[in-house]
């Protein structure tokens, strides 16, 4: 598939947009746009693509996308047929995380919403939503202006508290790598993506950190929450992933060019992280 920018700017004395989308099916559009985009897809089912997770939706869902996260809701083969009387149904907001100014989401007030627009850059499902959330969303269509910006706060203040989230995309496969901060470590994350589809071993990275690689090891742990190398295996994922949706490449040289030097390795870490054998993976891209 390949990827299409998506411009929204055009907004008429409207700082975000709010949309309720009733077609015979959702655009097969595979794409990205500069926006954050909250969805309520109230009726409709098929295959949702966000990043590099590939899964089925229905309806009664609540997504929120990040800025130039890539996505596409395919809607069922049925949904296509000349006689088909089925449709697709959603109510969606896009808006700029500095549509009111660059700072504004820094503020203290606004730290769980800030929060939520950052995990936001992997895509989240909301699961087990209450209803009188999704009914906010829908009612957002109708309200004027300076409500509809009010009941946005509330809406995302309410999603940032909800307890069950579901991150979508790998971190491996977000198109931009961005350093964490405050651990002193930017200088070794920084080598890290820039090698990370080169032979590449603990000591080197540890020496990068000016750490020995047992020390290292240990506080790569504690701050990731995973080790060194489930890291880096996801990272190498998480990038074939990309390369595999771009379909430039065979299987085989896309192995390589992730990291990998043996074929075997590749499609056994590629199922452990995904669930799918990467051809697998890249027959659902194609039959998008």
């Not at 940032?160 to 496969?173: C, D, E, N, V």
Request: glycine content about 6%; charged content about 25%.
């Amino acid at each position: 598939m390949k990827l299409q920018f998506v411009d929204r700017s055009s907004l008429k004395d409207n700082s975000f947009s709010v949309k309720h989308n009733h077609y015979p099916y959702f655009l097969r559009l595979w794409h990205y746009h500069p926006e954050l985009e909250l969805v309520y897809i109230s009726k409709s089912e098929g295959t949702r693509f966000i990043g590099d997770s590939i899964e089925r939706f229905r309806g009664d869902e609540v997504f929120l996308l990040g800025a130039n996260l890539p996505h596409m809701w395919l809607n069922d083969e049925r949904y296509f047929g000349e006689t088909s009387d089925l449709f697709a149904e959603a109510y969606s907001i896009h808006f700029r995380q500095d549509f009111l100014g660059g700072e504004f989401f820094n503020a203290p007030e606004l730290k769980q919403i800030n929060d939520l627009v950052l995990l936001s850059q992997q895509g989240i499902k909301f699961d087990d939503l209450d209803i009188a959330i999704k009914q906010d969303i829908m009612d957002l269509v109708d309200k004027r202006p300076f409500e509809k910006l009010i009941s946005l706060f509330a809406i995302l203040h309410a999603l940032s508290k909800h307890p069950k989230k579901t991150l979508l995309a790998s971190k491996g496969y977000l198109n931009t790598f961005k350093g964490q901060q405050g651990h002193g470590m930017d200088k070794t994350y920084e080598f890290i993506f820039k090698n990370f589809n080169k032979s590449i071993t603990l000591n080197e990275v540890a020496e990068v950190a000016s750490m020995n690689p047992s020390a290292f090891s240990r506080f790569f742990k504690k701050v990731n929450r995973k080790t060194f190398k489930e890291y880096l295996n996801e990272l190498r994922v998480g990038y074939a992933c990309k390369l595999i949706s771009e379909d430039r490449h065979n299987i085989t040289r896309i192995c390589f060019e992730s990291g990998y030097n043996n074929i075997s390795n590749f499609n056994r870490q590629f199922k452990r992280i995904t669930g799918k054998s990467p051809s697998q993976y890249r027959k659902q891209y194609l039959q998008a």
